[in-house]
């Protein structure tokens, strides 16, 4: 994703799991929940997505 915002989005998601994982697993689970929110958006939206849609899109990235 290319999209201006993602970077800072998958710098929260990875914040927020090294809360409770080591960095290691923090930084692999954000890559994963990032991009499985991105694909979502994607199939919603097409490539007009933001950073935004992709942020609203966590919690049904978590369910994968």
Known sequence: MTVGG???VLAGIAAAFYAR???LRAASAAAFVN???GDL????KGFGMLATDVVEMIPQAMRF
């Open 35 to 37: 991009g499985r929110a």
């Open 6 to 8: 993602t970077g800072d």
């Open 41 to 44: 958006v994607y199939l919603e």
């Open 21 to 23: 994982a080591s960095a």
